[in-house]
T-cell receptor
Framework: DVKVTQSSRYLVKRTGEKVFLECVQD?????MFWYRQDPGLGLRLIYF???????EKGDIPEGYSVSREKKERFSLILESASTNQTSMYLC????????????FGQGTRLTVV | RKEVEQDPGPFNVPEGATVAFNCTYS??????FFWYRQDCRKEPKLLMS???SGNEDGRFTAQLNRASQYISLLIRDSKLSDSATYLC?????????????FGSGTRLQVQP
């Protein structure tokens, strides 16, 4: 059974903290993505990566960075958490975006206080 | 203008009803289209791809109208278990971006 695993379901962090969200997939997919999901706004792409050490900005990269040191792992970093980054974060992976299914992790509900 | 637009609903329908959702997309260069389903507090999962000729999977029918730039999903004989949010998803390669663009979803509530 294919799997995308996010390290935490729920996180509470303080404003200004550096936050790491980890995502691991076991499908040997080259393409991995980070989205955030907010009511009324849907899923918005933060960053994606199509190969190890490669990254591309999505629609809302400000305040975020990513790391892809290994094929199976894609990390999202909030350099200095702010309250407007309170959201549901979803990691996904895909063999061929737009051609094959994207598989999602269970999501991380991040609250910044 | 959003790249992918959907009516947020909710659509409240009785069991057994037929319900249809539409979705419009703004980029005429979009190439691939999908419907994903998201249950409450769960991750999105692929429901079906949408092909130019239209396609059917059991009670679900998806259609694409490239001229008008919209996609539709028809659900026949609705079940309680169909209650979920349905996400319209589009892939556009012309910008070199290899990622999917999601609509904000249409919520369906099937009632007994």
């Amino acid at each position: 059974d294919v799997k995308v695993t996010q390290s935490s379901r729920y996180l509470v962090k303080r404003t200004g903290e550096k936050v790491f969200l980890e995502c691991v997939q076991d499908m040997d997919h080259e393409n991995m993505f980070w989205y955030r999901q907010d009511p009324g706004l849907g899923l918005r792409l933060i960053y994606f990566s199509y190969d190890v050490k490669m990254k591309e900005k999505g629609d809302i990269p400000e305040g975020y960075s990513v790391s892809r040191e290994k094929k199976e792992r894609f990390s999202l970093i909030l350099e200095s958490a702010s309250t407007n980054q309170t959201s549901m974060y979803l990691c996904a992976s895909s063999l061929a975006p737009g051609l094959t299914e994207a598989f999602f992790g269970q999501g991380t509900r991040l609250t910044v206080v | 203008r959003k790249e992918v637009e959907q009516d947020p609903g909710p659509f409240n329908v009785p069991e057994g009803a037929t319900v249809a959702f539409n979705c419009t997309y703004s980029n005429s260069a979009s190439q691939s289209f999908f419907w994903y389903r998201q249950d409450c507090r769960k991750e999105p999962k692929l429901l079906m791809s949408v092909y130019s000729s239209g396609n059917e999977d059991g009670r679900f029918t998806a259609q694409l109208n490239r001229a008008s730039q919209y996609i539709s999903l028809l659900i026949r004989d609705s079940k309680l278990s169909d209650s979920a949010t349905y996400l319209c998803v589009v892939n556009t390669m012309d910008t070199g971006r290899r990622a999917l663009t999601f609509g904000s979803g249409t919520r369906l509530q099937v009632q007994p």
